[in-house]
């Protein structure tokens, strides 16, 4: 049955009153986006588009573009039902600076009533954490006010035909105008926000005719929180609190809950959400292109009303402008470019300032004024001005101003762009700029006399040296580590050196790979067996790990090998705790990542020079590997000659084949290469001779570890000290820091350093007539002691002694040791990188005859040593057997570079140049010793000691020693 209209009048009336109480206990229905919609409104806390002017001013700090957002809503109420529908439209330009503001229309229309809205923003940043670093977090917090405009009206048009338009309610008019206003403020620090609303402030009454009961918005107080999560979804919870003054209001605290996601590189976006009264979902697209252009849809479920009755559904379009271009000036003065040049000035001497201004705004700008000023008593004193005539976007101008001090004393000068000078210390402001904060720069002056030093005086003037000998020795590496009993532990003191150099030449070598191969001793530890090997290698992996080196780089191996194996079969009784700890040890080889081999050339007839065309093939092949030993400085290219059994001098010759061929590969090789091609030879098994070339990474392992450079039986008159006597050194600005050093006639680097340090120099201090690394004294040269002293400001001072003289009654004696270790019991050398540095030695004692003379004599004796393991019989057996393999390859080293024929061209070249080459073997008699300066005394060190494994290790060996006798 058909309504009357006096029944629809009064239905309308009811569903409007029904709409009008939802808008006053929840207001935020009115203005509510699709997007703040689908979280069920939790949308305060977060509130980044221009929506936010409803749901939080405050946030319109976070707007990155101008905006303009609109929305409609339709609300289902059920059949025959007038419809209901709601929009909004907002509007934010994106503003340089702290200022933000927005404006805002909103309506509500229902057949007989109608609802408007119009909001105007405006806020401001109140404060914002400057950021130290890139991975500081962002801070800030922002304040804004709304301002609202509140119209209602009636549509008679659509009253009943029978509506008494005398009816007391409407004697006021159909329409009626009010206003309020909210405040609002946005913290976000990270990825965490805050928001803070407080809503009709002013409680505004839209009844008709004013005063109803009802008829107020009522004053709320909204709390919203969100966080980002890893930039990916954003949860949120937001709550509304009425704190209205009007009794007849009894809404309670609301809630609502929300999260949104946006994915496809923030295209698209998801949410959903739940309210005291709804259920909510959402949709979002954008285009994130120049102009972001976008679509949100929300729908809102009721909780407690049937579905098909109170679901509403939102709409919402976006566009977001072209991102601005910022037009305004902004003048930097560079902290770091500020600098007064002297530092240091006396009083009437001008000093000079330097500065660069630039313009980091986006307008030019014309007659900049510049100004530099001091601050005395509390004032600014201006000195200098100038004006910059024209300064465009992004240039930077040097400007050069001038001081000319009064009074000596310390002065803080500040240069200040877009600073007339009135004001100062305050900057005069002449022309608009974005920042101000940034337009000072200050640098420091001094105005004082120059630092003055006294006299320099030495007790001794001459030092008498009756004999002079000096020393290098190498100090050897030990490629191994060594364990107690059952152990797997590591002993710092004894093996931390030798672990630390490896782990550095690993980390500069990035393709070399280090194995590691542990072993136990059978005798004593074969429960563990395997095990224990095992577990030796990985600690020594985990060592270089914890010093820097990459994992990759470190190969347990782990099959291949037998971990039980002895260094020696037949033991004597005597040396049978000696050989159980050479067995429990993990041995350290170094080999190439990739392949290492470049070719093998097989020799025809017996010849000594390569004729075939197929050592093409090593140009090609080599050139293959230039990349990585470019990346891999310690690796070496080995030309191996091997002999056939058929040779005449089967090792001789094998030298010069690989000799030959190593010449040739130098034509090929680029300069910063050809110092690493190293030749050895050995006795074939093979009918045909042949010369194998390979890379390798031994240097890793066995290169020394360094040498020393030591003086023996030195021979003084009178040696004691010589005391150096320093007068006052007068300054009146801070002295920062003082040398004492003995310098050397001729010579730019120190002699010796005695004492250095902060502040003002000792009145004496003492030299023992020894230079750095422990050398005497040149006999031709004169020696000072200098005094350098440097103010705060960088002016120096120096003053000299009168000359130290040093005289020397007889000859010098210069004596050099060369090292190569070899393995246990063998007359064979633990690395081929060792033996090839043979003919390096050879090099070495060539270039020492030419540059020397006829006036010196030059003895080299090749002699090998052995540890105490064995008879002595046997060790003195082996220890010539080794010299006399190393004193031939010194002879064909010489042989090679001196491009001699025969023995006997080479023995003519030594009588002519008075060189003598011996070898001799002394067993175990001399376990190795180096010597060392320290706290200016000579100290002997026993690396050889023969109670340890690696000391053992180091004795088997072959020195080379040179001695030159100066006449």
Known sequence: ???????????????????????????????????????????????????????????????????????????????????????????????????????????????IFGQQKATL????????????????????????????????????????????????????????????????????????????????????DISIRGGAEGGTYPRTVRVGLSYNFMNYVTPAVEIEIPVTSNETISDEMTYSFGAESWLVKRMIGVRAGLSSDFITAGLSLRTRGSWDIGIDYAVQMPLEAPMEIGQNHKVSFEIGMKQPIRIITDFIVDENSVETIPRLVSVGDEATVYATVSNIGDMDAKNIPVCMYYIEDGKGRVVDKVVIDKLDIGESKQVMLHFLPETRQYYDLFVAANDLGGKVPSLQKKILEYDYDNNTGTSRLACFNPPETGTIRTSKNELIISTVSKVR????????????????????????????IIAARLKKNPDVRLELRGYYNSETEWELGDDIALSRANAVREELITRGVDSKQLIVVKEGYDKSSER???????????????????????????????????????????????????????????????????????????????????????YIRAANFRDISLEWAPDWLRNRFLVVSSDGDE????????????????????????????????????????????????????????REEGSETPFTVLETGKGMPPKMVEWNWFGTRGEAPDPDKNYFAEVFVSDEYGQTVTAL??????????????????????????????????????????????????????????????????????????????????????????????????DLNSSEELQDWMIEHRVEISYEGRSSEEPMVISRFEEGYWLKELIGDNRRPEGRLVNRRVVLEILTITE
């Open 801 to 898: 002694s009168d000359p130290v003289t040093v005289k020397v009654d007889e000859q010098e004696e210069r004596k050099e040791l060369f090292l190569i270790n070899f393995n246990f019991g063998k007359s064979n050398a633990t690395s081929e990188y060792l033996e090839a540095r043979v003919e390096n030695l050879a090099q070495n004692l060539i270039e020492r005859v030419k540059y020397l003379g006829p006036n010196a004599r030059i003895k080299a004796i090749v002699v090998g040593h052995t540890d105490i393991v064995g008879t002595d019989e046997a060790n003195r057996e082996l220890a010539l057997e080794r010299a006399q393999k190393e004193y031939e390859n010194l002879k064909s080293g010489l042989m090679t570079r001196l």
């Open 1 to 111: 049955m058909p309504l009357s209209s006096h029944k629809k009048l009064l239905f309308s009336i009811c569903v409007f009153f029904i709409v009008v109480s939802c808008l006053t206990a929840q207001e935020f229905l009115v203005q509510q986006s699709a997007r703040s919609s689908g979280m069920a409104g939790a949308y305060s806390g977060i509130g980044d588009d221009a929506n936010a002017i409803s749901a939080n001013s405050a946030g319109l700090i976070r707007l990155s573009r101008t905006q303009l957002v609109g929305s409609y809503t339709r609300y289902y109420t059920g059949a025959n039902i007038p419809s209901m529908n709601e929009g909004s439209l907002f509007f934010s330009p994106y503003t340089w600076g702290k200022m933000f503001y927005g404006v805002g229309v909103s309506y509500f229309t229902h057949e």
């Open 687 to 742: 009918e045909t001779p042949r010369v194998e070339a390979y890379v390798s990474a031994d240097a890793i392992v066995f290169r020394p570890r360094g040498s020393t450079l030591s003086g023996e039986t030195l021979e003084f008159t009178d040696l004691g000290t010589t005391e150096i006597t320093i007068d006052t050194v007068v300054s009146e600005t801070k002295i920062d820091s003082f040398a004492v050093v003995i």
């Open 473 to 500: 020795e190498e100090i050897p590496m030990i490629p191994a580590v060594h364990f107690l009993h059952n152990s797997d532990n590591i002993s710092a003191s004894r093996f931390g050196p030798t672990l630390d």
């Open 568 to 654: 020696i079969t037949k033991v004597t009784e005597k040396d049978r705790v000696l050989i159980q700890e050479e067995n429990r040890v993990v041995e350290l080889g170094a080999s190439l990542q990739g392949p290492e081999k470049i070719g093998t050339y097989y020799y025809e007839d017996f010849g000594l020079l390569p004729e075939r065309d197929d050592r093409i093939d090593f140009k090609a092949n080599l050139k293959k590997m230039y990349s990585v030993l470019l990346d891999n400085p310690q690796l070496h290219v080995i030309f191996h000659g091997y002999s056939a059994e058929s040779d005449r001098d089967s090792r001789r010759y094998a």
């Open 121 to 204: 923003s405006f806020g401001t940043e109140l404060w914002r954490l400057k950021r130290k670093s890139a991975k500081s977090l962002n801070a800030r917090i922002a304040a804004a006010m709304n301002g609202n405009l509140y119209r209602v009206e009636y549509n008679i048009n659509n009253f009943s035909e029978d509506f008494d338009h005398n009816d007391p309610l409407f004697q006021n008019g159909y329409s009626k105008i009010a206003y309020s206003a909210d405040l609002n403020v946005l913290g976000e620090i990270g990825p965490f926000s805050i928001g803070l609303g407080a809503y009709n402030i002013l409680e505004p």
